[in-house]
């Protein structure tokens, strides 16, 4: 059984492969600032998961959440041409920073 986390795991691609993946018998963490994922998404497996609850750009959150996984699927992202274009800054920070982090 690998230990796996799943950043961005309450949006829609990450809550359908945590789900997966805990139904397969891995154990499985989400990472999510809930910035646009949901809670919801996950309402089926919340009992076989771990939910950690943090921003990819902060670097010191992600440094402690990362330990002891075996892999990271990294789905975390501020999605759409809406968010690049009414709030570039933070789509920036987030997409492009947080995945470098």
Known sequence: ????????????????????????????????????????NLKKIENQIQFIQADIRDLDSLRESFKGFDFVFHL??????????????????TNIEGTLN
């Open 76 to 93: 975390a992202a501020l999605p759409g041409v809406f968010f690049s274009v009414q709030k570039p800054d933070q789509c920036n920070q």
């Open 1 to 40: 059984m690998a230990k796996i986390l799943i950043t961005g795991g309450a949006g829609f691609i990450g809550s359908n492969l945590a789900e997966k993946l805990a139904g397969q018998g891995q154990q499985v963490a989400v990472l999510d600032n809930l910035a646009t994922g949901r809670l919801s």
